[in-house]
């Protein structure tokens, strides 16, 4: 049978429900549109007129892509993310491997201040250096997102905001003695947010993060060696000597998961891949992505280039019980880029002070080799 021909009012039904359609669709976005703004217009007129801040952060300083004129080693990068401030991790429920509590959380900062001292000024040539570039990648605080961090954390959420942010204000200022300027770009994670679950509408400004690193630009906005970045969404791009960075905190790369062989690998090198894609797309592309949230550290590589961090918090009984995961060192991200070179010396930077034990032997030995 063959099919009818449409008649005039058959076109007519159907241009109208397109027509429809489309009005709903413009409606829709109008409405997405507004929330938009009034999402913005809120958390501008939170910085302007409760914080005392400009309603976006400046863009990031000019020093970071003059390229010297002698000799360089570039410019140091820390990364810092998954402290996890206010969690208590019990060493009897870590097979002995680990215990966490704030005042080991104090102790662990102040190795890091220290260690990062010591790598940039004592074992670099030429530890010249135009300033430091420090990222706060998220969940800086542990939160209480879950039944166990609320019955078992180490004081209440906003003892350990009060305390996260002294101790990034401590550590900043020092920085910025040390290295004379300092960068701080700033992305909230998924620990620090006042809801039980996680959103996607609103991230940024349901965080305790957010607020910290506003309180942090604050804290440094008359001081000149100092340039906080807090943009308004979960990402923050820039670039040192040309080579361009994306921070964020890694729980929002669109995948999910791992596997006992490879570890945290997989999700990784996959979602480096869809972020890369749906940046370029919207015309930011990268050449780094700098990430946290798997508490795994990854030095940055070609063939997969990210640069993944360690926690200060260390194994805890999340890993041991739910992901079974190996013991890891609690440890930060040490990486230092030359405006040739790129990415050249990495590090990472151990913060709890283990030591092995001294032994006489020989500097190097051949296993399986005879005694004599």
Aim: with cysteine; charged share 25%.
């Amino acid at each position: 049978m063959a099919p009818q021909k449409k008649t005039d009012a058959d076109r007519l039904l159907d241009a109208n429900d397109i027509i429809r359609q489309k009005n709903e669709r413009i409606r829709k976005l109008e409405r997405e549109l507004r929330e938009r703004v009034q999402i913005n217009d809120n958390a501008e007129k939170i910085r302007k007129e409760i914080l005392g801040l400009e309603a976006y952060s400046p863009e990031p300083p000019k020093w970071l892509n003059v390229k010297p004129s002698g000799k360089t080693t570039g410019v140091p990068l820390l990364l810092l993310s998954d402290w996890h401030w206010g969690e208590m991790v019990d060493p009897d429920q870590t097979a002995g491997m680990n215990a966490f509590n704030r005042r080991i959380a104090k102790q662990r900062v102040k190795i890091l201040r220290d260690a990062t001292h010591d790598l940039c000024l004592h074992h670099m040539t030429n530890p010249v250096y135009p300033g430091i570039v420090v990222c706060l990648g998220g969940d800086m605080i542990t939160g209480a997102i879950h039944d166990d961090l609320r019955e078992t954390n180490d004081g209440p959420v906003l003892l350990a905001v009060m305390e996260v942010e002294e101790q990034l204000i401590a550590l900043i200022s020092d920085l910025a003695d040390q290295f004379g300027k300092v960068f701080v770009p700033c992305v909230p994670g998924n620990h620090g947010r006042n809801t039980e679950k996680p959103r996607k509408k609103n991230y940024v400004f349901n965080s305790y993060e957010w607020l910290v690193y506003c309180h942090i630009e604050r804290y440094f906005k008359n001081d000149p060696r100092v340039q906080v970045f807090v943009p308004n969404e979960v990402d923050a791009h820039f670039s040192i000597f040309d080579h361009r960075f994306m921070l964020t905190h890694g729980d929002n790369m669109g995948v999910k998961g791992g596997d006992g062989i490879i570890g945290a690998l997989g999700p990784i090198a996959r979602g480096a891949i869809k972020v890369g894609r749906s940046e370029a797309t919207c015309g930011r592309d990268f050449d780094t992505l700098l990430i946290g949230h798997y508490h795994t550290y990854i030095p940055r590589g070609d063939a997969v280039p990210v640069l993944a961090n360690g926690s200060l918090i260390g194994y805890n009984e999340y890993a041991r019980l739910a992901l079974r995961a190996s013991p890891t060192r609690p440890t930060q991200a040490l990486a230092f880029i030359h405006p040739k070179r790129g990415f050249t010396a990495q590090w990472p930077i151990y913060l709890d002070a283990k030591e092995r034990a001294a032994v006489k032997q020989p500097w190097v030995s051949v296993f399986g080799e005879d005694k004599k």
